[in-house]
């Protein structure tokens, strides 16, 4: 598995506390690789979703780190979300 999205996981993972979304979202993360969070937690997965959220791996680990706002990221055009924007708020404020 590639170590940006391995770390991604592990970091979503710690953030969901154990826990999941009622739905699915996934993280494309530009020229790496995808997560996928459900009410599983996360994990390294290219399935379909409810939501798709696109970034680059720039902006991806800023909002893992709590550095950038996901709303911040949406709105300057630095992340892409395709799909049901209610969870991807939702995930926003888990992120947050």
């Known amino acids: 598995m590639n170590e940006i999205v391995d ?7 710690a953030k969901l506390e154990g826990g999941g979304l009622d739905g699915s979202v996934k993280f494309v993360i530009e020229d790496e690789g995808s997560v ?9 997965d290219d399935g379909d979703a ?3 959220l696109t970034a680059d791996v720039e902006t ?30 939702k995930l926003g404020s888990i992120l947050g």
């Open 7 to 13: 770390a991604a996981v592990k970091a979503l993972n």
């Open 36 to 44: 996928r969070i459900d009410e599983d937690g996360a994990r390294a």
């Open 50 to 52: 409810d939501c798709v």
């Open 60 to 89: 991806f680990q800023g909002m893992l780190a709590g550095e950038l706002n996901p709303t911040t990221a949406f709105m300057s055009g630095r992340l892409k979300v395709d799909g049901d924007m209610g969870l991807a708020m």
